[in-house]
């Protein structure tokens, strides 16, 4: 799953629960942050927490903005 967050943040992983809220729990995820000269960098957090206000967008079976071409 690759879930769009508000700011410049983005998670990949894969989707282990969520609830009512769009709390969603990730394991094996991976944090995308976009630098301000535009690069990404990722960096592994395992099991996360994300919460689900803070969710603008998930893509199912994606893997990350630098798949999409961004």
Do not use: C
């Not at 394991?27 to 960096?43: K, L, N």
Request: a negative charge; aromatic letters at 10%; charged letters at 20%.
């Amino acid at each position: 799953l690759w879930v769009i967050m508000r700011g410049a943040r983005e998670f990949t992983g894969i989707l282990r629960g969520f609830d009512d809220y769009v709390n969603l729990v990730l394991d094996e995820a991976v944090e995308w942050e976009q630098m301000p000269d535009g690069a990404w960098s990722q960096r592994k957090v395992g099991q996360i927490l994300l919460n689900g206000s803070s969710v603008t967008h998930f893509v199912p079976g994606g893997s990350g903005p630098l798949s999409a071409g961004m």
